[in-house]
């Protein structure tokens, strides 16, 4: 999160559903079924043949949402933009919400090197954020969760093309009860729970935040 630090990054470059679903009205996603125990029914409905790569998408994406929480944390798949609303809402409360995502100027832009520009890293939230992660799915389902001890960052990045972002970065302060095994420790060759870990949000994410 330094001025003039370099890194290689491709922003929009997600395969399978998720640049291309939109929101289905709230009224109408009710009416689809959602849920394991309603699976073949979910892909009689989409036409979508069982076994199938698209299947597995959308069987992932369903437990996931399913799953079970992980150290407290308070998550909800929105099926709606009017759910997500309403999810965010509760956990932040109504004044002062503001939604951000990561913006890029130019679409499908290549792998490149981006630098961290000199007007620098502004914090948006402390603490007080929900995170919503765009879904696999045959309409737009998002992962939403309430961040707890993490904090959110607006970065302006220069491509070394001169393409410019504004990237949405999430640092999680306490990976403690994380997987030992994910990638993020991998790369940074840390242990859970010793450092914080900051990423970038792809476009099709948003962060909900109080401010």
Same mark, same amino acid.
Request: proline share 5%.
């Given at each position: 999160?330094?001025?003039?630090?370099?890194?290689?990054?491709?922003?929009?470059?997600?395969?399978?559903?998720?640049?291309?679903?939109?929101?289905?009205? *709230?009224?109408?996603?009710?009416?689809?079924?959602?849920?394991?125990?309603?699976?073949?029914?979910?892909?009689?409905?989409?036409?979508?043949?069982?076994?199938?790569?698209?299947?597995?998408?959308?069987?992932?994406?369903?437990?996931?949402?399913?799953?079970?929480?992980?150290?407290?944390?308070?998550?909800?798949?929105?099926?709606?933009?009017?759910?997500?609303?309403?999810?965010?809402?509760?956990?932040?409360?109504?004044?002062?919400? *503001?939604?951000?995502?990561?913006?890029?100027?130019?679409?499908?832009?290549?792998?490149?090197?981006? *630098?961290?520009?000199?007007?620098?890293?502004?914090?948006?939230?402390?603490?007080?954020?929900?995170?919503?992660?765009?879904?696999?799915?045959?309409?737009?389902?998002?992962?939403?969760?309430?961040?707890?001890?993490?904090?959110?960052?607006?970065?302006?990045?220069?491509?070394?093309?001169?393409?410019?972002?504004?990237?949405?970065?999430?640092?999680?302060?306490?990976?403690?009860?994380?997987?030992?095994?994910?990638?993020?420790?991998?790369?940074?060759?840390?242990?859970?729970?010793?450092?914080?870990?900051?990423?970038?949000?792809?476009?099709?994410?948003?962060?909900?935040?109080?401010?």
């Amino acid at each position: 999160m330094v001025p003039g630090k370099a890194m290689n990054l491709r922003f929009n470059a997600e395969d399978g559903y998720d640049g291309k679903t939109a929101f289905l009205p *709230r009224g109408e996603a009710e009416t689809v079924p959602f849920g394991s125990e309603k699976f073949s029914e979910i892909l009689n409905t989409f036409s979508v043949k069982p076994g199938s790569g698209e299947a597995e998408m959308m069987k992932k994406t369903i437990e996931e949402c399913e799953a079970k929480r992980v150290g407290g944390e308070e998550k909800y798949c929105a099926t709606s933009l009017e759910s997500m609303v309403d999810f965010s809402v509760s956990k932040l409360g109504k004044d002062h919400v *503001r939604a951000v995502s990561t913006e890029v100027a130019e679409k499908n832009a290549p792998m490149q090197k981006y *630098r961290i520009a000199a007007a620098g890293v502004k914090k948006l939230s402390d603490d007080k954020s929900v995170v919503c992660h765009k879904q696999k799915y045959p309409f737009a389902v998002f992962y939403c969760h309430k961040a707890m001890m993490t904090s959110v960052y607006a970065v302006p990045l220069e491509g070394e093309n001169g393409l410019r972002a504004k990237a949405v970065a999430v640092c999680h302060k306490n990976t403690s009860a994380w997987n030992p095994n994910h990638l993020a420790f991998k790369v940074l060759k840390v242990k859970p729970g010793s450092v914080p870990v900051c990423h970038f949000l792809p476009e099709t994410h948003v962060v909900w935040f109080s401010y």
